[in-house]
């Protein structure tokens, strides 16, 4: 295995950070921006109505 450099495992603290606030703070564009664009994800329905209280859901591909 080959062992990352501060400056990596530093970019990969702040990324899970970004995710964690994105996340606890509904931002769903900020939480999407976060991905690649070949990335999928499905959420419960529990999880969308909580998103839905707070913002829109939106695709990448423009369908909502």
Not at 25 to 32: L, R, S, T, W
Not at 40 to 51: A, D, E, P, Q
Request: proline content about 2%; glycine content about 8%.
């Amino acid at each position: 295995m080959t062992e990352l450099s501060v400056e990596n495992q530093l970019q990969i603290h702040e990324l899970i950070a970004k995710y964690g606030f994105a996340w606890d703070g509904a931002d769903i564009e900020g939480f999407a921006s976060l991905f690649t664009d070949q990335a999928g994800c499905r959420f419960s329905s529990m999880v969308r109505k909580r998103l839905m209280l707070k913002s829109p859901v939106r695709r990448r591909s423009g369908r909502q």
